[in-house]
């Protein structure tokens, strides 16, 4: 399939105003109301206004555990051990256990949209997806998250990919695990994995132009 050529932007690695998410008439806004957003980011994805499945795909195939960089790959087996070892990620503490799945909040036409790509690694849900759109959602013994996607115009006739991640915290433990994690987020996880995501984007888009 022939699409258009992608360009990629280096200042787009960079967090973004809370704005720019809520300014735009995304569909989780109905779905997710009650939940905090706790980041917003620009992703070095640049595209046309149909490649927004690109986008999804390379989330959905993702794989913290071989990232080429080390400190995720660390951070990430760390995470898991801690959540095995205090039973954070039990079966009775996520989607359909502790709490309810947001998919119960979806209307019929989202329902009926479909949920995009499963995870192939992480242990997301997916909850619907649009032609720009894409939202997933997980949850343990410390909060209930919201990953969002989406493809935004940039003001020169391209389209962009931007990620929210938006919380809803359980308790105290909830609210002390995030600002526990919030700085191994910022310095260390989300520079590489916007690296990583400029890096599959630009292999996933090269051979989309090719076909």
Known sequence: MLTSKPMLIPE?????????HTSQ??????IAGDFELEDVWALPTSGGADDFHLLVEGFASADPSRSPSLPVRVLFAIRWKVGELLGWDDPETGVGA????????????LRE???GPQFEEL???PLYLTHDEWA??????????????????DGNGRHRGQMAVLVKRNGLLGAAYMA??????????YPRMLAEIERR???????????
């Open 12 to 20: 787009f690695r960079h967090t973004l105003p809370s704005s720019a």
């Open 25 to 30: 008439p995304w569909r989780i806004h109905e």
């Open 98 to 109: 502790r709490v309810p799945t947001l998919r119960d909040r979806l209307p019929a036409d």
């Open 113 to 115: 949209a479909g949920a």
């Open 123 to 125: 242990p997301f849900t």
């Open 136 to 153: 997933a959602e997980i949850a343990n013994r410390t909060m209930h998250g919201v990953l969002h996607l989406g493809w935004v115009p």
């Open 180 to 189: 526990a994690i919030r700085p191994f987020r910022h310095l260390l996880v």
């Open 201 to 211: 984007w630009r292999a996933r888009t090269k051979l989309e132009t090719v076909e």
